[in-house]
C-alpha cells in the first residue's frame, strides 16, 4: 500500500513562516516525481510546486516563486514545502501528490495541472491571517 499524508498546516501571520510535511509510505520519494498543489475555498485546484524524480530539479508557480522552497529529504522519505512570507492568498487546503507511474517526463511543469499525479493525501490546512 502506497499512500502519502501531509502535516504541519495551520495559522500563520503574514511574513511569517510555515513548513509542510509529506510523509510517503510504501515508495521513495527520490524515485517519483512529487508535488504539491492547493485549493482556496470556492478556487480551482493550482499547481504549486513540483520536484522531478531523478536529478530533483524544482520548478515553482509565479505565485510562490521566490518566498517557497520544495524539498525532499530521502532519509525520512519526506517531501516539504517551505513558506516564507505568506501572504493571505495563500490561504488553501495544501496537497501532496505523487507520480508513480511516471506521466511526467525528466522535467515537471508546476502550472500543467493534477491529471499526472496519481497518490493524493488527505491535505492540510493553511489560514495566513491579515
Known amino acids: 500500500q502506497w499512500q502519502v499524508v501531509e502535516s504541519g498546516g495551520g495559522l ?12 510517503a509510505s510504501g515508495f521513495s520519494v527520490k524515485r517519483y516525481t512529487m508535488a504539491w498543489f492547493r485549493q482556496a475555498p470556492g478556487k480551482e485546484r493550482e499547481g504549486v510546486s513540483c520536484i522531478s524524480r531523478d536529478d530533483g ?4 508557480a509565479d ?15 519526506t517531501v516539504y514545502l517551505q513558506m516564507s512570507s ?16 511516471y506521466a511526467t517526463g ?12 496519481d497518490t493524493w493525501g488527505r491535505g492540510t490546512q493553511v489560514t495566513v491571517s491579515s
Open 86 to 101: 505568506p501572504k493571505p492568498e495563500d490561504t488553501a487546503v495544501y496537497y501532496c501528490a505523487a507520480d508513480l507511474f
Open 57 to 60: 530539479d524544482t520548478y515553482y
Open 12 to 23: 500563520v501571520q503574514p511574513g511569517g513562516s510555515l513548513r509542510l510535511s509529506c510523509v
Open 63 to 77: 505565485s510562490v516563486r521566490g518566498r517557497f522552497t520544495i524539498s525532499r529529504d530521502g532519509a525520512k522519505n
Open 106 to 117: 525528466s522535467y515537471c511543469d508546476p502550472t500543467g495541472g493534477s491529471s499526472n499525479y
